[in-house]
C-alpha cells in the first residue's frame, strides 16, 4: 500500500457519498481561499502530484486547480477532520486562487495577523519591480547597510518608548521596527516563513515559551 493511500482509507466516503469536502487555506496568511471537492482518485492525484485536484461535480472529470489559468496550489499539509468527512490543505498559492483575479474566494476573509503577510508580499513587489519612487523603494536603493542601520534606529526608539512609559509611541515605533525589519528580510531574500519555522523549532527543542 502507498503511504498516500492511507488518509483516503480513514475518511468516511459513503457518509459523504464518495466527494469529500476540501477547504484550502493558505499556509502562510491562514487565509481560506478556496471549497471544493474531492473523490479518491482526485485526493490520490492531490497527494501524488503535490497540486490541489479537485473532482468537478458538473464536468464529471478530474481537475486540478491552475491547469488552464496557471494559479496552482502547492500542497503543503493535509489534515483529517474528526469525523472524518471532511479535510483541511495547507498551501501555498504561486497567483491569486479565485478566477475574479483576488486572492481567495471569499470576501471579508482576511485576520488581523494576515496583514503581515499582505505587506511582506507588497514589500516583495516592490523589490522585484522597483517602479516608483516611494520610500521603500529608497530603502532598496540604499542597500543592505542603511537598512540595517534603520532597524537598529527604530530598535532603540522602541526602547526609549518602552522606558518611559508611552504607549503611544510604543506602539508607532515598534510598527516602524517591525516594517523596517521585513523590508531588510526582504533585502535578504528571506521572508517570514522562515523566521516562524525557527521559532517553532526553537521552542520545541529549548522550550524558550515555557
Known sequence: MLEHEDLYLKINWKKVNNLVPAIIQNQSSGTILMHGYMNKEA????????????????KKRLWTKGETSENYLKVKKIFLDCDADAILILVSAFKNTCHLEKESCFDNKNTIF????????????????NLDD????KLYKKG????????????????IAAISKNKKELINES????????????KSDLNLDVI???LIYRSKKNNIFL
Request: net charge positive.
Open 175 to 186: 510598527s516602524d521596527l517591525i516594517y523596517h525589519l521585513l523590508v531588510l528580510l526582504k
Open 43 to 58: 485526493l490520490l492525484k492531490t497527494q501524488k502530484t503535490k497540486l490541489v485536484t479537485f473532482y468537478s461535480r458538473t
Open 196 to 198: 516562524i519555522k525557527n
Open 144 to 159: 543592505i547597510c542603511r537598512i540595517a542601520q534603520k532597524v537598529g534606529e527604530e530598535a532603540i526608539e522602541v526602547v
Open 134 to 137: 516611494s520610500y521603500t523603494n
Open 114 to 129: 494576515s496583514f503581515l503577510y499582505t505587506l511582506e508580499k507588497i514589500l516583495e513587489n516592490k523589490k522585484k519591480y
